[in-house]
T-cell receptor, first 112, second 113 residues
Framework: DQQVKQNSPSLSVQEGRISILNCDYT??????FLWYKKYPAEGPTFLIS?????DKNEDGRFTVFLNKSAKHLSLHIVPSQPGDSAVYFC???????????FGSGTRLQVQP | DGGITQSPKYLFRKEGQNVTLSCEQN?????MYWYRQDPGQGLRLIYY???????QKGDIAEGYSVSREKKESFPLTVTSAQKNPTAFYLC????????????FGDGTRLSIL
């Protein structure tokens, strides 16, 4: 079974600094990783994605890095803003499975 | 505006009752999904549908049922067979094709009285 793990349940950073959220996966067959941001009592909002043919994808303040040999991806937010405070989920959309497999989430708190 | 609408936002159920959660989308997406979120956990897949009149069980389908009679609608019924139904339920949709992100509604929180 494919698994997606976020080993840090929470992260606190100062406004203006970099936030780095990490995610590990176990299944080597994948097509597409996504990061979602979620506020309480709301649905997740799609942030950024990366496909298996790339090792980096950037969109404004958000950059996702993929290390295939380590089966690891990370989301960098720079500079961090208080409005970035939310729970961040990584998710995997792998070959043959038509729905997402989610990690357990990391709660980011950006201190003003 | 295009989007996914889930209703109601909060729902209470008595034990032994079935209850249906609504999910409607006007994004013209073929695929729709239901997930469940419990505190401190990620989202787990209940059911998904790639096309009208077809749907597949996800990882935790027991005690749930769905229908997909229209492209825009994918209602989820939580039956009395679901022993722990209290959770936050999220509906999503996506376009067909490779590498299409799923877009989510704002969820329904179901509680047992």
């Amino acid at each position: 079974d494919q698994q997606v793990k976020q080993n840090s349940p929470s992260l606190s950073v100062q406004e203006g600094r970099i936030s780095i959220l990490n995610c590990d996966y176990t299944n080597s067959m994948f097509d597409y990783f996504l990061w979602y941001k979620k506020y309480p009592a709301e649905g997740p909002t799609f942030l950024i994605s990366i496909s298996s043919i790339k090792d980096k994808n950037e969109d404004g303040r958000f950059t996702v890095f993929l290390n295939k040999s380590a089966k690891h991806l990370s989301l960098h937010i720079v500079p961090s803003q208080p409005g970035d405070s939310a729970v961040y989920f990584c998710a995997d959309l792998s070959t043959g499975r038509r729905a997402l497999t989610f990690g357990s989430g990391t709660r980011l708190q950006v201190q003003p | 505006d295009g989007g996914i609408t889930q209703s109601p936002k909060y729902l209470f159920r008595k034990e032994g009752q079935n209850v249906t959660l609504s999910c409607e989308q006007n994004l013209n997406h073929d695929a729709m999904y239901w997930y469940r979120q419990d505190p401190g956990q990620g989202l787990r897949l209940i059911y998904y549908s790639q096309i009208v009149n077809d749907f597949q069980k996800g990882d935790i389908a027991e005690g749930y049922s769905v229908s997909r009679e229209k492209k825009e609608s994918f209602p989820l019924t939580v039956t009395s067979a679901q022993k722990n139904p209290t959770a936050f339920y999220l509906c999503a949709s996506s376009a067909t094709g490779d590498n299409q992100p799923q877009h989510f509604g704002d969820g329904t929180r179901l509680s047992i009285l």
